[in-house]
């Protein structure tokens, strides 16, 4: 019997997976929440300027750095996260490690709130999918593979400005699949 599909465009899909990977990665839920968010936010800025809907804009962090563990930062302090392959701006607040917006940092109950109105009652079962998924896997092979996991099941759209903001149809069934051919 096929599984769920869910109609979503690709930025709630790649913030849910980065969250459900920083949390398996070691941070927290409200900090991986945040995160995730700010590495859809960069996704889709690139995304963006390559279509010529954003123009550029120099990186706010220095892609040199070094990551340092995140719990071991003080307040105040700005750092990036290495997630999915991206280097998201970071700050450790008296809450944990907040990605930055715009240099200030992301709430994650507005994330929350993102992602319950993108995928509505859908989301407890998208994420226990993707949890499932990221779970199958040792930390530091998920941190390796996280986007090409994310590219085998994230929702076909059309290429080009055609698909900016489009919906296309997320398998719960291809995100089980790649949990399958993880384990072997």
Same mark, same amino acid.
């Not at 490690?97 to 709130?113: C, F, I, Y």
């Not at 319950?116 to 993707?130: I, S, T, W, Y």
């Given at each position: 019997m096929p599984g769920k599909v869910v109609k979503v465009n690709r930025a709630p899909v790649?913030?849910?997976?980065?969250?459900?990977?920083?949390?398996?990665?070691?941070?927290?839920?409200?900090?991986a929440l945040t995160l995730g968010r700010g590495l859809a936010g960069l996704d889709a800025q690139s995304k963006?300027?390559? #279509?010529?809907?954003?123009?550029?804009?120099?990186?706010?962090h220095d892609p040199l750095e070094e990551p340092k563990p995140p719990r071991r930062r003080p307040p105040g302090e700005e750092f990036v996260v290495d997630l999915l392959g991206r280097e998201v701006p970071a700050l450790s607040t008296e809450q944990g490690v907040r990605a930055t917006s715009k240099g200030q940092p992301v709430s994650p109950d507005s994330v929350e709130r993102y992602l319950q109105g993108k995928f509505g009652p859908d989301l407890p079962e998208v994420r226990a999918a993707m949890?499932? #998924?990221a779970g199958s896997l040792p930390p530091e092979r998920l941190a390796a593979w996280a986007f090409r996991l994310y590219e085998q099941?994230?929702?076909?759209i059309p290429g080009g400005k055609a698909g900016w903001g489009a919906a296309g149809d997320l398998d719960l069934d291809k995100i089980r699949a790649g949990r399958k051919e993880q384990l072997g």
């Amino acid at each position: 019997m096929p599984g769920k599909v869910v109609k979503v465009n690709r930025a709630p899909v790649l913030t849910l997976w980065a969250a459900v990977v920083a949390e398996r990665l070691g941070f927290a839920r409200d900090e991986a929440l945040t995160l995730g968010r700010g590495l859809a936010g960069l996704d889709a800025q690139s995304k963006g300027r390559r #279509l010529g809907i954003f123009e550029d804009h120099p990186e706010d962090h220095d892609p040199l750095e070094e990551p340092k563990p995140p719990r071991r930062r003080p307040p105040g302090e700005e750092f990036v996260v290495d997630l999915l392959g991206r280097e998201v701006p970071a700050l450790s607040t008296e809450q944990g490690v907040r990605a930055t917006s715009k240099g200030q940092p992301v709430s994650p109950d507005s994330v929350e709130r993102y992602l319950q109105g993108k995928f509505g009652p859908d989301l407890p079962e998208v994420r226990a999918a993707m949890e499932e #998924l990221a779970g199958s896997l040792p930390p530091e092979r998920l941190a390796a593979w996280a986007f090409r996991l994310y590219e085998q099941f994230r929702p076909i759209i059309p290429g080009g400005k055609a698909g900016w903001g489009a919906a296309g149809d997320l398998d719960l069934d291809k995100i089980r699949a790649g949990r399958k051919e993880q384990l072997g």
